[in-house]
């Protein structure tokens, strides 16, 4: 018998593959492709800024899904089932941040080197782009389910959980750049960005249970 987790979880990828699931990778692809008609056919440059490149685009990318975390559970009616679920609720909602990492971040880590390769970044330096991808996106997702549900019971609150969470967002930003330089070696800053994100894991599905809750009262 599926527990009540694994349900969630398996019914947030089926909906994710219905709709919505790529268009965070088609918002990164845009952002590969638009910025260098911005900056100029320098290739230097672009080799040296495409990390970052790289990273905002994925940061914006992340928080472009947050619609799909909580809102739609709170119109359709599941998010209160989710509340009478026979599982704590920060397991539940951890849950629901796994299905939204893994529809919408995973595919950005696995699409880097590909975009990495259209800014002329070098093979290295995009892998090392991807795996500070790969440990720094789900701090994002995590921040971006406390957003959600401080916003789920607003109007345009998909609009509004991006900027609430984008400050919070800047230090991962930060640590993941710098561990993505090909300049430096990348453990100091990738150590910080791990810190970040088990920091942020931890604390993402109790903050945004808490929050539910108080929506729930």
């Known amino acids: 018998m599926t527990s009540p987790i694994a349900a ?70 599941s998010l209160d089932l989710i509340h009478l679920a026979p599982a704590p609720l920060e397991l539940m909602v951890g849950a629901k941040i796994l299905a939204h990492w893994l529809t919408t971040g995973l595919p950005l880590v696995a699409a880097t080197p590909l975009f990495g390769a259209m800014l002329g970044v070098a093979p290295a ?28 019971g607003l109007r345009k609150g998909g609009l509004l959980a991006p900027v609430m969470i984008l400050p919070l967002a ?11 330089d090909p300049a430096g070696d990348g453990f100091g800053p990738m150590g910080v960005l791990a810190g970040l994100a088990l920091g942020y894991a931890a604390l993402g599905p109790f903050a945004a249970a808490a929050a539910l809750r108080l929506l729930r009262d």
Do not use: N, Y
């Open 8 to 77: 969630l979880l398996l019914r947030d990828l089926a909906l994710a593959r219905g709709g919505g699931a790529g268009l965070g990778l088609v918002f990164f692809l845009l952002v590969v492709t638009l910025t260098p008609f911005a900056v100029g056919p320098d290739l230097a440059l672009l080799e040296r800024i495409g990390p970052a490149i790289l990273w905002l685009g994925a940061l914006l990318a992340t928080l472009l899904g947050l619609d799909r975390l909580m809102q739609a559970d709170h119109e359709d009616g």
């Open 125 to 152: 330096a995009t892998l090392k782009v991807a795996l500070a991808l790969l440990i720094g996106t789900p701090a994002i997702a995590c921040l971006g389910a406390i957003g959600a549900a401080l916003t789920v």
């Open 170 to 180: 800047i230090p991962v930003l930060i640590f993941g750049v710098a561990a993505s």
